[in-house]
């Protein structure tokens, strides 16, 4: 794919750099800096200058809206408990640790006295340490494990050869992604070398040679997972795990704030299963979480795990300055869909922004939020370092889920020795990875959550340097309201995670699990929830559960933990496979299949563009062609939506707020090819795809008739005014829950059937819903206000993707009335100043009890109706599946759609804005 045919100023990665290419390379495990920029008088990086040579260039100084400057912090230390054994403090003064900070001190103190324990501290605050110091204390009481051919020469079990008896304490590590793993048993290895054999750590995921997998399960004392591996593979098989489960003394769940929304609720079911299958050996062990910045971080812990968890939170570790800047892109002499204002592409924007940082021999990061995004940035990046130095563009790579095994590790050994300079990451990379040596970070939009953007920045100045970042706006409502708002990302505290373990889509499939595990019995219910009480009838009703004497039995033969992925995937992952060669080139998830590889879709993978030949939904395969087209593909979908089951609701003056059941359908039905970079549609090509149902949650506000006259809103303009305030509201949002635009959806109707008033609606796009509805619906007057303040402040006449254009609107976001929907917003919010406490609302004493739980219970696990899927599956990130493929001209690749509800007529069609299926 090149780039040298576009004119002259739509790149400026290009501008005079007073610096000298890097043309070598420098190990960055050993963190030289002979490479790096230097600065006056020996003071080290300086990521003030670096930010000033990068803004140097024609009208690069306008783009930046914000720079927030904080100031270096002083560390504060203390000792180990005296409980810790003294060869794991010898250790870790090996490795150049002569005292812990004051909070790893506290978290080992809670650790050894049985409390389980949360540390929510900042990136690189030493939060792997604080639980492994107690881990490894505890482990060093097991005994010393032969080697692998000491194994396979020892005699069977049961004749009396060395085998797991006296095996000592055991420890559990989960991490979201498998890279996370890796990098982590790396460094287990490392602090433990002079500890000898009584530490034997080891990798257990789906890479794991199968004649490696027999060892670990009967000598390894410290496992490495992740929950999907719990999961499928653990759990399960818990007899063959018999000897390290009943000794099992701790459970380290690593990056725990991003197990959240659906994901987090299955995570958090498979935690339950986990403690009683540890029960029924005797088992209790000790939960140690680790975490970044967080609100209310024990309540969460205790939400994920079901046990009291103590919380530290005070940070005491040492901090480098951090220079944040706040990077809006400037517009275009282009137009888009109404001739709108067009920004130049965040995608755009941080490949040159890598580029000049490579220049510069500054060790940069690029997070961007879809892996198609991924790709983008490295390849543009490569093409401009190709014209400075034909030895740069090496130094340069992406890094992502659903790359092949061996692809992923050879990225992660070139980052380790310093062979790659820049990296174009997705959030694979954000949790945790050590990547030490890094000087700054560039975020490609808003991650959906003021903890991740932290934890993004935080991969910079890991060894207590200097460090930059600079969050680079896309063009739509939430970035743009935020880059000019720095006090919503700087003065705010982060979020609390959302999780609902009691969502019946995410209990039934585990209740079926842990009954096939151990039969279920009363004694057993609490632990999973009061929900357990409505779920078990329709088990058993749908035979996947029988009760015998007091206990619920599995009664299937196939595996009841293939009933659900974890990772809300739904259903097998896609192969994506070259059609000439044969060759797997990685996967996709099911769920998003029907907006990435659908025929004629674009696909990249590694730098290397492919077109989507076909897509056999029946054997989950999608064959690819290389090829070079000038353009990225999007595609767009049509969606209806009815109301099962309203829930609570909140007068709003004449109108309503309501909270509740809903059933989305929808289908895929077209995609738009738009050129590389500038985003010009090209053109529309129709699809044939079958439509998909969704049962979830939603919460939809109604406006009278009265309120229309009161905001001069009349049936010309009521369509577009109602589609213009949901497309702003979906983009604000996640900075309300902890989520991002791609996990929700929504509609606008100017007459729906079941409310017969004007009505938008916003829903979570999983089944059952993931809490984020019902977040908006307790934060509504904040979130609402927020949305009226981003379109009226908007400097367009009548709207752009920085205010009321979506990209994922299927209906070519028209119609859309800006200003109509800022007096629609106004009026709206003028009733809701003193909003009395939500009304319950029963279902109707006319409908029989029958059918009002036939319309809102869940399908049976592992029926095709509405499976979740837009996070990454057990291939190893929990990235985000291509949920914003954010290509050029500032729109992700994902769909949209318009629907047409039966009930109406021309002027009352549907507008929509929906999640990735």
């Not at 981003?790 to 859309?816: R, V």
Request: negative net charge.
């Amino acid at each position: 794919m090149a780039f040298n045919h576009l004119p002259a100023g739509v790149h400026d990665a290009l501008d005079p750099l007073s610096v000298t290419p890097v043309t070598h390379s420098v190990p960055m495990a050993k963190n030289h800096r002979s490479d790096r920029l230097q600065t006056d008088a020996e003071t080290g990086f300086s990521p003030g200058t670096v930010l000033h040579r990068l803004a140097s260039g024609p009208s690069r100084s306008s783009r930046i809206t914000h720079t927030e400057h904080l100031p270096p912090r002083a560390g504060r230390h203390a000792v180990w408990p005296d409980r810790i054994r003294a060869e794991v403090v010898a250790a870790v003064q090996a490795a150049g640790i002569d005292h812990p900070w004051a909070h790893q001190a506290l978290a080992a103190e809670h650790a050894l006295d049985g409390d389980s324990v949360i540390v929510a501290t900042g990136t690189a605050s030493g939060k792997s340490l604080a639980y492994l110091v107690p881990v490894l204390s505890a482990l060093l009481g097991g005994s010393e494990a032969p080697t692998r051919t000491e194994q396979r020469q020892a005699p069977p079990r049961g004749s009396g050869g060395r085998g797991t008896g006296g095996r000592g304490s055991t420890a559990l590590y989960l991490a979201p992604t498998k890279a996370l793993a890796a990098d982590q048993c790396r460094s287990v290895k490392e602090l433990s070398q002079p500890l000898g054999k009584a530490v034997r750590p080891a990798v257990y995921d789906g890479d794991t040679a199968f004649e490696e997998r027999e060892w670990i399960r009967q000598y390894a004392n410290y496992v490495l997972t992740n929950p999907d591996m719990l999961h499928r593979g653990i759990l399960p098989s818990h007899a063959r795990w018999s000897s390290f489960l009943k000794h099992l003394e701790y459970v380290v769940i690593d990056e725990c704030h991003t197990y959240r929304g659906v994901f987090g609720s299955h995570v958090a079911q498979v935690l339950r299963r986990l403690r009683r299958v540890c029960a029924r050996y005797g088992a209790s062990p000790v939960f140690l979480l680790a975490s970044a910045t967080a609100a209310e971080p024990s309540v969460a812990a205790r939400r994920l795990t079901g046990l009291p968890v103590v919380e530290v939170a005070d940070d005491a570790s040492p901090r480098g300055e951090l220079v944040f800047a706040l990077w809006e892109p400037p517009l275009t002499e282009l137009h888009g869909e109404k001739g709108a204002p067009v920004r130049r592409t965040a995608t755009a924007e941080t490949a040159d922004l890598l580029t000049d940082l490579t220049v510069q021999g500054v060790r940069s990061v690029a997070f961007v939020r879809s892996r198609r995004g991924a790709e983008l940035i490295s390849v543009i990046a490569q093409e401009r370092l190709a014209e400075v130095d034909r030895s740069l563009p090496r130094r340069v790579a992406a890094y992502r889920g659903g790359y092949l095994p061996e692809e992923r590790r050879a990225l992660e050994r070139a980052l380790h020795s310093g062979e790659l300079l820049g990296l174009a990451a997705t959030t694979a990379l954000e949790l945790g990875v050590d990547v030490s040596g890094l000087d700054a970070v560039v975020i490609a939009g808003y991650p959906g959550t003021r903890a991740s953007l932290w934890q993004q920045a935080g991969r910079a100045g890991r060894s207590g340097q200097g460090s930059l970042a600079v969050l680079v706006a896309r063009d739509d409502p939430l970035d743009t309201f935020l880059v000019h708002h720095p006090e919503a990302l700087f003065d705010q505290p982060v979020e609390s995670t959302v999780l609902d373990p009691d969502n019946p889509y995410v209990l039934a499939p585990h209740l079926c699990a842990a009954a096939a595990e151990i039969p279920l019995t009363e004694a057993d219910l609490d632990l999973f929830g009061p929900a357990c009480t409505e779920v078990l009838p329709q088990l058993e009703a749908a035979k996947l559960l029988r009760r015998r004497a007091n206990a619920w039995h599995w009664t299937r033969r196939e595996r009841a933990a293939d009933l659900t992925d974890i990772r809300g995937a739904g259903g097998q992952p896609v192969q994506v496979v070259e059609a000439g060669t044969g060759r797997l080139l990685g996967t996709v998830d099911a769920g998003a299949a029907h907006s990435t590889v659908h025929e004629g879709a674009v696909h990249l993978h590694q730098g290397r563009t492919y077109l989507v030949r076909s897509l056999d939904l029946e054997d989950s395969v999608a064959l690819v062609e290389q090829a070079d087209p000038p353009y990225s593909t999007v595609a767009r979908d049509t969606t209806s939506i009815s109301v099962l089951e309203t829930d609570a609701q909140v007068p709003w003056g004449a109108g309503r707020l309501c909270y509740g059941s809903v059933e989305v359908t929808n289908q895929v039905v077209s995609f738009l090819r738009r050129r590389v970079i500038t985003g010009e549609v090209l053109g529309e090509s129709k699809l044939d795809l079958p439509p998909r149902t969704l049962r979830t949650r939603a919460v939809w506000w109604t406006v009278t008739e009265d309120q229309l006259d009161e905001a001069r809103i009349n049936p010309e303009i009521l369509g577009g005014s109602l589609h213009a305030a949901e497309h702003a509201s979906i983009g604000m949002l996640p900075l309300f829950a902890t989520c991002d635009r791609w996990d929700i959806g929504g509609v606008s109707v100017p007459l729906h059937p079941d409310t017969l008033l004007p009505t938008v609606f916003v829903y979570d796009g999983h089944p059952g819903g993931a809490g984020f509805a019902e977040r908006a619906f307790h934060t509504a007057r904040e979130w609402l206000t927020a949305t009226r303040e981003a379109i009226a402040s908007c400097e367009c006449d009548a709207g752009c993707p920085s205010c009321i254009q979506s990209p994922k609107c299927g209906n070519g976001n028209e119609p859309l009335h800006k200003r109509g929907a800022v007096r629609l917003l106004t009026t709206l919010l003028r009733g809701a100043a003193h909003p009395p406490e939500p009304e319950e609302t029963p279902a109707p004493e006319e409908t029989p009890d029958s059918e009002r739980r036939s319309r809102h219970e869940p399908a049976p696990p592992g029926s095709a109706e509405g499976q979740p899927g837009s996070v990454e599956g057990p291939e190893g990130a929990s990235e985000g599946q291509p949920r914003s493929a954010e290509g050029p001209g500032g729109s992700a690749g994902v769909p949209g759609g318009s629907a047409e509800m039966p009930a109406a007529g021309p002027a009352e069609a549907a507008q929509q804005d929906r999640p990735v299926p």
